[in-house]
């Protein structure tokens, strides 16, 4: 069973910051790249960060400086720090794996407000 579980999420003031983690099961994890995806209500799915399984990373141009996506194969973890928050980051943040296929998390969710 391939599983992607992430993990915290939450609400934080502009200008905050949070850690997102996500574990993956079920999957020879070092082979796959992994991402986030975020998606905000009434908007279309849109890549945050990706990192290929030797750590290689790209960012959308919206996070470069502020977010950074890491991996610790040992742990079957993939983890994005976010920082300097903006109300425009709020979105349900979802972790993907892939190699052969793709799989996708359930999403946490990311609220920036004041």
């Known amino acids: 069973q391939v599983r992607l579980v992430e993990s915290g999420g939450g609400l934080v003031q502009p200008g905050g910051s949070l850690r997102l983690s996500c574990t993956a099961s079920?999957?020879?994890?070092?082979?796959?790249?992994m991402g986030w995806y975020r998606q905000a209500p009434g908007k279309q799915r849109e890549l945050v960060a990706i990192?290929?399984?030797?750590?290689?990373?790209t960012y959308a141009d919206s996070v470069k400086g502020r977010f950074t996506i890491s991996r610790d194969n040992a742990k079957n973890t993939v983890y994005l720090q976010m920082n300097s928050l903006k109300p425009e980051d709020t979105a349900e943040y979802i972790c993907?794996?892939?190699?052969?296929?793709?799989?996708w998390g359930q999403g946490t969710q990311v609220t920036v407000s004041s």
């Open positions: 079920g999957i020879i994890f070092s082979l796959h790249a």
């Open positions: 990192i290929a399984g030797g750590g290689t990373a």
């Open positions: 993907t794996a892939q190699y052969a296929r793709q799989f």
